[in-house]
DNA sequence: CATCTTAGTTCAGAGGCGAAAACAAGCACC
DNA sequence: GGTGCTTGTTTTCGCCTCTGAACTAAGATG
């Protein structure tokens, strides 16, 4: 029953800035003329917020476009050079940092190895911090430019300044990133759950733009969702919304990393697969995985079942439009057995809701969770284009 | 990212309004000092909204309280006779029409039998019809004064205007109870699954109170689930979210009557507990279950564990803040089981997302479905508190 | 070059909010 | 009882935002 509480006049500006700077970003370069219709404001308010924006060089002039018989369209965009925006991604074997513009076109990145097993939080946050100041330089913008850093780290990120993470796997248990980052950088900071991240660039610019409730499954070494619900990612209330990957669908069943047993993670996660199939890796999960789909091994049968059962809980609950599925085992498991996953998902799943989604793959590949982090500090710019805050991501 | 456009300067009035008149409804009697303080608003807008809401009615005096030394404030309250929510229960064996006051005083109820197999839509539709009119005469009351009519049904309602439902177990597929329904009446209409308003009304009214994220489980014949996110009902995209008893828990499991297997349903509905139990029902089955109970079967203790990882999945995805088990049957094995279903819950969910929520019973009893259909025409009065709309609940 | 068409800008007016001044209604103390 | 103090509520006034309508801009057409 929280509901927003709205005040003053002057909030309508800065929501309505809000709506046509949305539009310009998401329709390309567009007129007044068609914003006035997409927008639904008047024709006289686009005339001085683009004014405004115009002048602020966030938006820039791209062009005209005749139109039959009057005066020709000039086309407006949001100026792409604006400002930029550092995405990391900090996974279990490297710390990625990529630095984007506007646009989301990557300008220049940076990648640190991370050694499998040693994960201390102060050399993540070094490695992230000379990794901004590398791509920064690489690309020749200065930091004034830069608009904030969003990360995308694996495990729970705790709602509030400093970015508190709980990550098991990882051996990290609340590690303030956020406040280990501050120290060394005034940008404004975005921590999210990678997944979500991920989550969040599948929804904005790949497989689920458009898209406003759909689930984008995770699929690799951990098994993770992001809901999304009318437009928003859905985070709960202590931000951890969406661990898909050990809800339980075999009670009392296999052992899983997390503790518990029956956890779908210890079905489809790909320690579990090569498990399953008897493989003992040699090291390359990719290549160990591809050896496995082309056995047509019963094993592959089963987790195309499991997956099936998974993702039809996730129909079931959440009704979603679109479902996602991401990661690299999702990827390389969807591009033979796609057809097979929709229908393990159908029979497992009620037929109303089963008919109201479509299940598609993912598209932005491995940099999608870098990418989704930046898109953090695209959100933010897109809804209030000025006034940026310096906390985490809640 | 489907965003809410705003507008005009016009619309802030409106957000405005209903702002404090959630305050004013939810606070009690409350001064106008105290409203300044708890929307947000100055004491200037307040002061000229109370008194157009003085002037339309909607709000009344109620006393006074004195201020050390100061002017005494004056009390003010929603006029709880300012309007009236006809409240409709749908369930298996009966149809319950009540008429509520603003405050969710019950002025008046009546209920129809339904014999069990047979649920022709055209007779509940009458019934329906025939009991909001024996509701007003009972109560007094004259149509004009109703603010709308709420209902809540088995299965799937589909968002539009005709209110149509798909519910397997009650034999009806694609039945519009709202275009039959308005055929004979012009009030407006709200239609909803009746899990949902049964979560609505735990949440508005029981034990979910004052949760902004929170899931109301529903345990009886059925098995259903209310998933509250930020203080909305989450519907998806077809309105069919929170279908839960249909999640699968033991993949490959028990048949259900849905036509799966290994369905929550398939372990914790009523039905499914007295088979596992090997109690042939004597037609009670309220007794039947607290003989079950009482037996100290192992079927009790699997129960809670099966319960348990239903609930732990929910904890896992979801990550509310609160988790209200209501329904019959929920409230009968919580009453003597709660120590063990948290127990359950805990050992198959993560343990940050646990201890972030509370797991309590329902208190609302059988009523609240019907009291939960009622509050769909209080939420819309709150939001709009004068332009009642026409249409089914999306 | 006059006219038509479409795009974009300017202006006046209405509605809304908040700060502060004004007003109201008690209490305390002389 | 009068005077000042305290607190609650209303009124006044200035500022902000939006929109409709009039107006300007820029091209096409014949």
Redesign the interface.
Known sequence: ???P?????R??RR??R??LL?ALY?SGPTSRNDLTAR???SAATVSTMTADLLGENIVVEAGQVESDGGRPRVLLRVNPEYGFAVGVDVAETHVRVGLFDLEMTERAKVDYMLRPARHDPELVARHILAGVEVVLSDAGVSPEQVLGIGVGVPG?VEPGADGVI?AKTFGWDGVPLGALLRRGTSLPLYVDNGAKTMGQAE??FGSGR????AVIVLLGVGVG?T?V???TT???????????G??????GGRPCR?G?R?CLEAYIGIEAILDRAGVTSGGDWEEDLARVLASKSPVVEETV??LG?GL??LV??????KIVIGGWVGVQLGESLLPGIRRATA????A??YA??SIVLGRLGPDAVALGAATLVLEEFLNAPQVARITAAG
Chains 1, 2 share one sequence.
Not at 5 to 9: G, I, L, P, S
Not at 316 to 321: A, I, Q
Not at 347 to 350: D, K
């Open positions: 029953m929280a509901r509480q709205r005040r003053t006049v909030d309508i929501g309505n809000a709506v949305r998401f927008t639904g404001l729970i709980h929804l904005w458009g898209a406003s409730d969702a809901i619900a009318d437009g859905f985070r709960g209330v202590s931000s951890s919304a969406g661990e898909w050990h809800t339980k669908i075999v009670a997390c518990g029956g079942t499991y059962v039809a809980n079931n609950l959440v009704n979603p439009e029979a497992n799943s009620l109303e809701p109201a989604t």
